[in-house]
């Protein structure tokens, strides 16, 4: 492990939301443990910075090196790709220029100059009207990096869960297969030693209620997820499963597990945003990884939020979370 201070390439994400909000509100707070150098558009991060950081400075950088982590001044790779800014306004313009920041912060990761990104949230309606394939970050950077094996994980204070998949319709979810559900066991054992936790303990939950009840209400557990565990138990994953999705999540929570495989998005978000969801809906924590990827990627846990973008209420918690554990698995 090293002791340098890691630089972190955060995107700014969608121009019309919170990100760029959420971004100058933590500044002050990333640069105790890193080195933070933005990829977006600097007259929106100034615009930000004017209306929710009083003092907090934007300067334009060309390069990650120029970058310095003063609290008061916000290192900013401006692509200057946003011709008219407007807070919570869906665009095929800014679609494509949340796209562009992404692009470059993995081409910078892939250079090795900067050892981390975080990104801040793009909007999937926005990016599709740019004409993207993708319905989100991770595709992207799977294919970008050409990675075949990986997943999803969601880290929220005492709970943390990966996805076999994520944001395709449940119909097709359930379609699981034996190397998916190995794959995304391994690669989260592989994750959990990443974050420093010696000899971890995976969890996989089931596909049906109950985990089938022995067969009873479905055949997926022990045709698919039973000789995927099998598998990556063979190699010495300390892994159990697959367990009763309405109480796995909750033993995890309790110390039980290190980790919760989850077979879909909503069966591992919805644990997840319980926890780091306030009362009124608003994401205030939670971390999004993408594992398995050549490069660490973090992100926040929450969208655009353009029904808020621009009024100053958003939390940056998240933000903060997310570099934080980027500087972890950077370390």
């Known amino acids: 492990m090293s002791d340098r201070t890691p630089t972190v390439g955060v995107t700014m994400g969608d ?18 443990t890193a080195t933070v150098v933005v990829i977006g558009d600097a007259a929106v991060l100034e615009d930000a910075a004017d209306r929710f950081a009083s003092g907090l400075t934007v300067r ?4 990650p090196l120029e970058a310095e982590a003063d609290p008061a001044t916000l290192p900013v790779i401006d692509l200057d790709n946003v011709a008219a800014h407007e807070y919570g306004k869906l665009s095929q313009a800014n ?14 990761a892939q250079a090795g100059e900067i050892d981390a990104i975080t990104t801040a949230p793009i909007n999937k309606q926005a990016t599709r009207m740019a004409g993207s394939e993708y319905a989100g970050h991770t595709g992207m950077l799977a294919d970008y990096t050409g990675t075949d094996d990986y997943s999803m994980m969601l880290i929220e204070d005492d709970l943390m869960v990966t996805h076999v998949s994520t944001h395709v319709p449940l119909r ?24 420093d936790i010696d000899d971890p303990s995976v969890a996989v939950a ?18 698919v997820i039973e000789p995927a565990i099998d598998r990556v138990a063979e190699s010495g994953v ?17 110390g039980e597990f290190d980790c919760v495989v989850s077979m879909y998005h909503d069966q591992g978000h919805i644990p997840i945003k ?9 994401a205030v924590s939670g971390v999004n ?18 029904d808020i973008a621009g009024e100053g209420v958003a939390s940056e918690q998240s933000m903060i979370d997310a570099v934080s554990t980027a500087v972890r698995l950077a370390r």
């Open 15 to 32: 121009p019309a939301g919170i990100g760029s909000e959420v971004i100058v509100k933590s500044y002050p707070t990333l640069v105790e």
């Open 60 to 63: 334009r950088v060309d390069s």
């Open 95 to 108: 679609g494509a220029a949340s796209l562009e920041y992404v692009e470059r912060a993995i081409e910078l």
């Open 172 to 195: 097709e979810a359930c379609e699981l297969d034996v190397d998916d559900v190995a794959s995304t066991i391994a690669v989260t054992d592989e994750a959990l030693r990443d974050l």
């Open 206 to 223: 089931g596909l049906n209620p109950h985990a089938s009840d022995g067969g009873l209400l479905g055949d997926e557990e022990a045709e």
């Open 238 to 254: 300390d892994v159990a499963g697959p367990l009763p999705p309405d109480t796995v999540y909750v033993r995890a929570a309790s």
């Open 274 to 282: 319980m926890l780091g969801f306030t009362g009124d809906g608003d």
């Open 289 to 306: 990884v993408t594992i398995g990827l050549p490069i660490v990627r973090t992100s926040v846990d929450h969208g655009t939020a353009f």
